[in-house]
Protein backbone atom coordinates (compact mmCIF):
# COMPACT_ATOMS: atom_id res chain seq x y z
CA UNK A 1 0.00 0.00 0.00
CA UNK A 2 1.50 3.29 -0.97
CA UNK A 3 0.32 6.68 0.83
CA UNK A 4 -0.45 9.86 -0.82
CA UNK A 5 2.46 11.81 0.55
CA UNK A 6 5.55 9.65 -0.46
CA UNK A 7 3.82 9.83 -4.01
CA UNK A 8 3.59 13.99 -3.53
CA UNK A 9 7.05 14.12 -2.74
CA UNK A 10 8.38 11.76 -5.35
CA UNK A 11 6.53 14.06 -7.73
CA UNK A 12 8.29 17.32 -6.60
CA UNK A 13 11.91 15.89 -7.14
CA UNK A 14 10.84 14.36 -10.31
CA UNK A 15 9.62 17.61 -11.61
CA UNK A 16 12.78 19.83 -10.13
CA UNK A 17 15.38 17.06 -10.90
CA UNK A 18 17.09 18.65 -7.41
CA UNK A 19 16.31 17.43 -3.81
CA UNK A 20 17.14 20.97 -1.94
CA UNK A 21 14.87 23.09 -4.64
CA UNK A 22 12.04 19.92 -3.81
CA UNK A 23 12.52 20.17 -0.01
CA UNK A 24 11.69 23.80 -0.74
CA UNK A 25 8.85 23.78 -2.12
CA UNK A 26 7.22 21.03 0.26
CA UNK A 27 8.35 23.01 2.94
CA UNK A 28 10.52 20.81 4.47
CA UNK A 29 14.28 19.81 4.84
CA UNK A 30 16.13 17.78 2.73
CA UNK A 31 17.31 14.69 4.87
CA UNK A 32 13.01 13.75 5.14
CA UNK A 33 12.64 14.03 2.02
CA UNK A 34 15.57 11.77 0.89
CA UNK A 35 14.57 9.44 3.11
CA UNK A 36 10.95 8.99 1.97
CA UNK A 37 12.37 8.64 -1.67
CA UNK A 38 14.24 6.08 -0.52
CA UNK A 39 11.20 4.39 1.45
CA UNK A 40 9.42 4.26 -2.22
CA UNK A 41 12.11 3.02 -3.70
CA UNK A 42 12.11 0.20 -1.15
CA UNK A 43 8.54 -0.12 -1.54
CA UNK A 44 8.61 -0.50 -5.06
CA UNK A 45 11.28 -2.48 -5.74
CA UNK A 46 13.17 -0.23 -8.40
CA UNK A 47 15.20 2.47 -8.56
CA UNK A 48 13.72 5.91 -9.37
CA UNK A 49 16.20 8.56 -9.98
CA UNK A 50 20.09 8.27 -11.24
CA UNK A 51 21.65 10.53 -8.55
CA UNK A 52 25.47 12.14 -8.92
CA UNK A 53 26.68 14.58 -7.12
CA UNK A 54 25.83 16.97 -9.63
CA UNK A 55 22.51 15.49 -11.01
CA UNK A 56 19.46 13.97 -10.75
CA UNK A 57 17.70 11.63 -13.48
CA UNK A 58 14.49 9.93 -13.98
CA UNK A 59 15.09 6.56 -14.39
CA UNK A 60 12.64 4.15 -17.15
CA UNK A 61 10.82 3.39 -13.94
CA UNK A 62 10.88 6.93 -12.27
CA UNK A 63 9.28 8.33 -15.60
CA UNK A 64 6.56 5.95 -15.39
CA UNK A 65 5.63 6.26 -12.08
CA UNK A 66 5.43 10.12 -12.51
CA UNK A 67 2.51 9.63 -14.85
CA UNK A 68 0.68 7.29 -12.49
CA UNK A 69 1.40 9.33 -9.40
CA UNK A 70 0.12 12.22 -10.72
CA UNK A 71 -3.14 10.64 -12.23
CA UNK A 72 -3.74 9.71 -8.64
CA UNK A 73 -2.84 12.98 -7.18
CA UNK A 74 -5.25 14.94 -9.61
CA UNK A 75 -7.94 12.19 -8.39
CA UNK A 76 -7.67 12.41 -5.06
CA UNK A 77 -7.87 16.36 -5.05
CA UNK A 78 -10.93 15.96 -6.92
CA UNK A 79 -12.26 12.87 -4.32
CA UNK A 80 -14.25 15.62 -1.85
CA UNK A 81 -15.67 17.08 -4.85
CA UNK A 82 -17.52 14.14 -6.28
CA UNK A 83 -18.64 12.74 -2.98
CA UNK A 84 -19.76 16.05 -1.89
CA UNK A 85 -21.64 16.74 -5.43
CA UNK A 86 -23.32 12.90 -5.30
CA UNK A 87 -24.35 13.17 -1.92
CA UNK A 88 -25.97 16.35 -3.25
CA UNK A 89 -27.47 14.82 -6.03
CA UNK A 90 -25.27 17.40 -8.51
CA UNK A 91 -23.07 14.29 -9.83
CA UNK A 92 -23.40 10.45 -10.09
CA UNK A 93 -25.85 8.06 -12.34
CA UNK A 94 -29.30 8.68 -12.72
CA UNK A 95 -30.87 5.19 -15.00
CA UNK A 96 -33.90 6.51 -16.28
CA UNK A 97 -36.23 4.06 -18.52
CA UNK A 98 -39.13 5.92 -20.45
CA UNK A 99 -42.05 4.18 -22.57
CA UNK A 100 -41.85 5.55 -26.04
CA UNK A 101 -44.95 7.78 -26.21
CA UNK A 102 -43.20 10.63 -23.75
CA UNK A 103 -40.47 10.95 -26.34
CA UNK A 104 -42.63 12.66 -28.55
CA UNK A 105 -44.12 15.13 -25.65
CA UNK A 106 -41.35 17.05 -23.62
CA UNK A 107 -39.00 14.33 -22.65
CA UNK A 108 -36.11 15.40 -25.36
CA UNK A 109 -36.74 19.01 -23.03
CA UNK A 110 -36.66 17.55 -19.51
CA UNK A 111 -33.94 15.60 -20.51
CA UNK A 112 -31.74 18.77 -22.08
CA UNK A 113 -32.67 21.39 -19.39
CA UNK A 114 -31.21 18.62 -16.58
CA UNK A 115 -27.97 17.76 -18.42
CA UNK A 116 -27.66 21.53 -18.81
CA UNK A 117 -28.32 22.14 -15.18
CA UNK A 118 -26.37 18.78 -14.04
CA UNK A 119 -23.32 18.31 -16.42
CA UNK A 120 -21.60 15.79 -14.01
CA UNK A 121 -24.53 13.27 -13.40
CA UNK A 122 -24.40 10.37 -16.00
CA UNK A 123 -27.74 9.19 -17.88
CA UNK A 124 -28.34 5.94 -18.23
CA UNK A 125 -31.58 6.00 -20.45
CA UNK A 126 -33.69 3.11 -21.38
CA UNK A 127 -36.94 2.66 -23.36
CA UNK A 128 -38.97 0.35 -21.85
CA UNK A 129 -42.89 -0.39 -21.21
CA UNK A 130 -44.57 -0.86 -17.55
CA UNK A 131 -44.42 -4.20 -17.45
CA UNK A 132 -40.24 -4.30 -18.14
CA UNK A 133 -39.68 -1.38 -16.15
CA UNK A 134 -41.29 -3.06 -12.99
CA UNK A 135 -39.10 -5.91 -13.67
CA UNK A 136 -35.94 -3.79 -13.47
CA UNK A 137 -36.84 -1.30 -10.70
CA UNK A 138 -37.46 -4.99 -8.41
CA UNK A 139 -33.65 -5.80 -9.74
CA UNK A 140 -32.63 -2.23 -9.00
CA UNK A 141 -31.43 -1.39 -12.45
CA UNK A 142 -33.00 1.25 -12.84
CA UNK A 143 -33.68 4.63 -10.50
CA UNK A 144 -37.07 6.29 -11.84
CA UNK A 145 -38.95 5.69 -15.10
CA UNK A 146 -41.66 7.13 -16.70
CA UNK A 147 -44.81 4.82 -17.57
CA UNK A 148 -48.19 5.04 -19.14
CA UNK A 149 -51.16 4.00 -17.78
CA UNK A 150 -55.10 5.17 -17.32
CA UNK A 151 -56.29 8.13 -15.20
CA UNK A 152 -55.11 7.42 -11.66
CA UNK A 153 -53.83 4.13 -11.93
CA UNK A 154 -49.79 4.23 -10.88
CA UNK A 155 -48.17 1.34 -9.88
CA UNK A 156 -48.84 0.58 -6.12
CA UNK A 157 -45.87 1.03 -3.65
CA UNK A 158 -44.05 3.87 -5.90
CA UNK A 159 -44.20 7.46 -5.38
CA UNK A 160 -45.21 9.02 -8.82
CA UNK A 161 -45.44 12.61 -10.40
CA UNK A 162 -48.04 13.13 -13.19
CA UNK A 163 -46.40 15.13 -16.30
CA UNK A 164 -48.66 14.35 -19.01
CA UNK A 165 -52.56 13.74 -19.50
CA UNK A 166 -53.83 13.39 -22.88
CA UNK A 167 -56.47 12.41 -24.69
CA UNK A 168 -56.07 9.25 -26.96
CA UNK A 169 -56.69 9.48 -30.65
CA UNK A 170 -57.07 7.21 -33.46
CA UNK A 171 -54.92 6.43 -35.98
CA UNK A 172 -56.23 5.09 -39.44
CA UNK A 173 -55.24 3.68 -42.82
CA UNK A 174 -54.72 7.08 -45.40
CA UNK A 175 -57.39 5.09 -47.32
CA UNK A 176 -59.83 4.52 -44.29
CA UNK A 177 -63.31 5.38 -45.61
CA UNK A 178 -63.88 8.04 -42.85
CA UNK A 179 -60.46 9.41 -43.12
CA UNK A 180 -61.97 12.93 -44.57
CA UNK A 181 -63.54 13.81 -41.19
CA UNK A 182 -61.92 15.99 -38.80
CA UNK A 183 -63.66 14.02 -35.93
CA UNK A 184 -64.75 10.93 -35.99
CA UNK A 185 -68.47 8.94 -35.33
CA UNK A 186 -69.04 5.42 -33.58
CA UNK A 187 -70.26 3.98 -36.35
CA UNK A 188 -67.15 5.06 -38.64
CA UNK A 189 -65.22 2.72 -36.69
CA UNK A 190 -67.57 -0.25 -35.68
CA UNK A 191 -66.53 -2.97 -37.80
CA UNK A 192 -62.33 -1.77 -38.02
CA UNK A 193 -60.12 -4.73 -37.11
CA UNK A 194 -58.45 -3.40 -33.70
CA UNK A 195 -54.43 -3.17 -33.50
CA UNK A 196 -53.17 -2.57 -29.48
CA UNK A 197 -50.55 -2.91 -27.25
CA UNK A 198 -50.63 -6.34 -25.00
CA UNK A 199 -52.57 -5.80 -21.40
CA UNK A 200 -49.15 -6.82 -19.74
CA UNK A 201 -47.45 -3.69 -21.39
CA UNK A 202 -49.89 -1.41 -20.10
CA UNK A 203 -53.05 -2.90 -18.26
CA UNK A 204 -55.11 -0.21 -16.59
CA UNK A 205 -55.02 1.57 -20.18
CA UNK A 206 -55.69 -1.31 -22.38
CA UNK A 207 -59.07 -2.13 -20.01
CA UNK A 208 -59.85 1.80 -20.09
CA UNK A 209 -59.70 1.53 -24.17
CA UNK A 210 -61.26 -1.50 -24.66
CA UNK A 211 -64.09 -0.74 -22.00
CA UNK A 212 -64.59 2.59 -23.26
CA UNK A 213 -65.48 1.20 -27.33
CA UNK A 214 -68.24 -1.21 -25.35
CA UNK A 215 -69.65 1.87 -23.51
CA UNK A 216 -69.89 3.42 -26.92
CA UNK A 217 -71.74 0.15 -28.39
CA UNK A 218 -68.83 -1.30 -30.20
CA UNK A 219 -67.34 -4.30 -30.14
CA UNK A 220 -63.87 -4.40 -30.11
CA UNK A 221 -62.34 -6.96 -32.21
CA UNK A 222 -58.23 -7.19 -31.57
CA UNK A 223 -56.53 -8.14 -34.80
CA UNK A 224 -52.48 -7.62 -33.49
CA UNK A 225 -51.33 -6.97 -31.19
CA UNK A 226 -47.52 -4.48 -31.08
CA UNK A 227 -45.64 -3.60 -27.97
CA UNK A 228 -44.11 -0.32 -29.31
CA UNK A 229 -46.55 2.76 -30.45
CA UNK A 230 -44.31 3.26 -33.59
CA UNK A 231 -44.81 -0.74 -34.28
CA UNK A 232 -48.26 -0.02 -33.38
CA UNK A 233 -48.19 2.93 -36.36
CA UNK A 234 -46.45 0.82 -38.95
CA UNK A 235 -49.58 -1.35 -38.61
CA UNK A 236 -51.77 1.04 -39.27
CA UNK A 237 -50.04 2.20 -42.72
CA UNK A 238 -50.05 -1.60 -43.77
CA UNK A 239 -53.43 -1.67 -43.61
CA UNK A 240 -54.04 -3.79 -41.32
CA UNK A 241 -56.05 -2.09 -38.45
CA UNK A 242 -56.51 1.33 -36.57
CA UNK A 243 -55.22 1.87 -33.30
CA UNK A 244 -55.42 4.40 -30.04
CA UNK A 245 -52.32 6.07 -29.25
CA UNK A 246 -52.21 8.85 -26.92
CA UNK A 247 -52.35 12.35 -28.66
CA UNK A 248 -47.90 13.07 -28.40
CA UNK A 249 -47.54 10.26 -30.67
CA UNK A 250 -49.59 12.36 -33.47
CA UNK A 251 -46.50 13.97 -34.07
CA UNK A 252 -45.40 10.78 -35.37
CA UNK A 253 -46.09 11.17 -39.16
CA UNK A 254 -45.95 8.19 -41.03
CA UNK A 255 -46.96 7.79 -44.92
CA UNK A 256 -50.04 6.36 -45.08
CA UNK A 257 -51.84 7.16 -41.66
CA UNK A 258 -54.23 9.78 -40.65
CA UNK A 259 -55.14 11.00 -37.13
CA UNK A 260 -58.31 11.58 -35.98
CA UNK A 261 -60.25 12.45 -32.54
CA UNK A 262 -63.55 9.77 -31.54
CA UNK A 263 -66.69 12.32 -31.16
CA UNK A 264 -67.85 12.33 -27.21
CA UNK A 265 -65.46 12.00 -23.98
CA UNK A 266 -62.25 10.71 -24.72
CA UNK A 267 -60.32 8.07 -23.46
CA UNK A 268 -57.48 9.96 -21.51
CA UNK A 269 -54.22 8.38 -20.85
CA UNK A 270 -51.50 9.91 -17.96
CA UNK A 271 -48.06 9.23 -17.89
CA UNK A 272 -45.89 9.48 -14.91
CA UNK A 273 -42.17 9.70 -13.58
CA UNK A 274 -42.35 7.16 -10.78
CA UNK A 275 -39.68 6.27 -8.64
CA UNK A 276 -39.45 4.72 -5.39
CA UNK A 277 -39.01 6.47 -1.59
CA UNK A 278 -36.95 7.55 -0.40
CA UNK A 279 -35.33 9.19 -3.20
CA UNK A 280 -31.61 9.26 -3.94
CA UNK A 281 -30.09 12.33 -4.05
CA UNK A 282 -29.77 12.29 -8.04
CA UNK A 283 -33.24 11.17 -8.27
CA UNK A 284 -34.78 14.33 -6.76
CA UNK A 285 -32.86 16.44 -8.67
CA UNK A 286 -34.43 15.10 -11.71
CA UNK A 287 -37.90 14.85 -10.21
CA UNK A 288 -36.95 18.85 -8.98
CA UNK A 289 -36.22 19.53 -12.77
CA UNK A 290 -39.27 17.91 -14.31
CA UNK A 291 -41.46 19.45 -11.88
CA UNK A 292 -39.74 23.16 -12.22
CA UNK A 293 -39.84 22.56 -16.14
CA UNK A 294 -43.76 21.70 -16.22
CA UNK A 295 -44.46 24.63 -14.31
CA UNK A 296 -42.38 27.06 -16.37
CA UNK A 297 -44.37 25.95 -19.28
CA UNK A 298 -47.54 26.36 -17.36
CA UNK A 299 -47.16 30.06 -17.11
CA UNK A 300 -48.48 32.65 -19.39
CA UNK A 301 -46.31 33.09 -22.67
CA UNK A 302 -45.26 36.61 -21.72
CA UNK A 303 -44.57 35.85 -18.28
CA UNK A 304 -42.32 33.37 -19.76
CA UNK A 305 -40.46 35.72 -22.23
CA UNK A 306 -40.03 38.07 -19.41
CA UNK A 307 -38.81 35.51 -16.84
CA UNK A 308 -35.99 35.20 -19.76
CA UNK A 309 -31.77 36.35 -18.86
CA UNK A 310 -31.31 39.06 -21.12
Same mark, same amino acid.
Given at each position: ???????????????? =?????? @? +?? /? *????????? #???? &????????????????????????????????????????????????????????????????????????????????????????????????????????????????????????? =?????? @? +?? /? *????????? #???? &???????????????????????????????????????????????????????????????????????????????????????????????????????????????????????????????
Amino acid at each position: MIELRPLRQFVAVAEE =LHFGRA @A +MR /L *AMTQPPLTL #AVQG &LERTLGVRLFERTRRTVELTPAGHALLEEARRLLRAAEALPHAVQAAALGHAGRLRLAFVSSIAYAALPLWLRAFREAYPEVQLQLREATLDVQLVAFAADDIDAGFVLHAPGAVPPGFAA =LTVLSE @A +MW /L *ALPEGHAAG #ARTT &LRERDIADAPLLIFPRAVTPSLYDAILAGQRARGLTPHVAQEAIQMQTLVSLVSAGIGIAWVPESVTRLQRPGVVYRRLAGTPVTAETSLIWREPAAPVVQRFIDEVRAQIDAQKRPRAQRRQSRPA
